[in-house]
């Protein structure tokens, strides 16, 4: 597939993500049809032998409550006791997992206070059980206040919470240079929403290349960085890279998604390197699915392979 095919195809997926629909229809089989490859159940129940079978085979682990675009107070502060209940679980069954949480799952929509006030719940009930949460990045008109709410929980004293950068994102340079007095525990990802070309790269090789840069400052810097990405070549290029500069592999972990390229996720793991597999749990998983679909055509052919077959 063409690069000007492939991202019309991107395009038109991200925009069904929004489509109610089609979400409607695709949720009542679509784990059958192939959502199952990517999310790790529907329930909690559901996600934990998947997320012991991922430490089993040397994987470390995360997970996350599928779910946005909360706007009750009372609903997200039911979410954010769902999370409370997800880590009392993994303290329970002793797993190596961490959670992730998207600041509008817990009501941004609400207001920056209430999201602030549901975080710092969560990040709280991370650090008295020893784990960590990462805050998800969602579209370029919520960074700003996502990275002010990461700022807030630091300044209050809050270790165990990391924060997200999106290389396709003309500002993420700017912001890594700013978020480094913090020396935070930062994941760097190329970006999975429709953005317009005056925000974000269009093209994935100035993605890539963007992508090398902020994975690069990132590593040099102080903190922890966790690289995102199934990408063969930056892969082997940041392991280069690292062999050179003679950093210390428990200052980088990689970071993969549950379902794809499991034989890569363990090579790496086998050759010495921390892998962390995100495997995401819950009944909203359209939204999710339709991302990954749009990262990955391949994926888009698994999932009409399953429909045909039906």
């Known amino acids: 597939m063409s690069g000007a095919a492939a991202a019309l195809l991107r395009r038109a997926i991200l925009k069904a993500a929004h489509d109610p629909w089609l979400a409607s229809r695709m ?5 059958k049809l192939g959502a199952a490859r990517f999310v790790a159940g529907e329930s909690l129940d ?10 089993d085979r040397g994987l470390l682990a995360n997970t996350t409550i599928l779910g946005e675009g909360v706007a009750e107070t009372a609903v997200a ?5 769902g999370y409370l209940t997800v880590l009392d679980r993994l303290a329970r069954e002793r797993l190596q997992a961490n959670i992730a949480v998207k600041l509008t799952h817990l ?3 609400a207001g920056e206070d209430v999201a602030y006030r549901h975080i710092a719940r969560v990040v709280e009930g991370a650090a008295e059980r020893a784990n960590f949460v990462r805050i998800d990045m969602e579209e370029s008109g919520r960074v700003d206040t996502t990275l002010r709410i990461y700022r807030r929980l630091r300044a209050q004293g809050h270790e165990r919470v990391g924060v997200v950068l999106q290389a396709y994102l003309y ?11 913090l020396a935070p525990n930062l994941r760097v990802v190329k970006g999975a929403y429709l953005e317009p070309a005056n ?3 269009p093209k994935k090789a100035d993605v890539d290349r963007q992508y090398i840069r902020l994975a690069e400052q990132a590593l040099l810097a102080d903190g922890y960085t966790a690289i995102a990405t199934h990408d063969d070549r930056i892969i082997d290029h940041l392991i280069a890279f690292t ?15 549950f379902g794809v390229r499991p034989q890569l996720q363990t090579d790496l793991a086998g050759r010495g390197y921390r892998v962390r597999i995100a495997a995401p749990h ?7 699915l339709m991302r990954r679909l749009a990262e990955r055509p391949g994926n888009v052919w698994f999932v009409l392979r399953n429909l045909i077959r039906r």
Not at 27 to 31: K, N, Q
Not at 46 to 55: D, T, V
Not at 77 to 81: E, I, N, S, T
């Open 282 to 288: 819950g009944p909203e998983w359209y939204p999710y």
């Open 199 to 201: 925000v974000a790269y």
């Open 46 to 55: 559901e996600c934990i032998p998947i997320l012991r079978s991922l430490n």
């Open 171 to 181: 500002r993420s340079a700017q912001d890594l240079d700013d978020l480094a007095p």
């Open 27 to 31: 949720r009542r089989h679509g784990m």
């Open 243 to 257: 062999a050179r500069r003679g950093l210390p592999r428990d200052r980088f972990e990689f970071q993969m998604l």
């Open 107 to 109: 009501g941004l929509a």
């Open 77 to 81: 502060g039911a979410v954010a006791q």
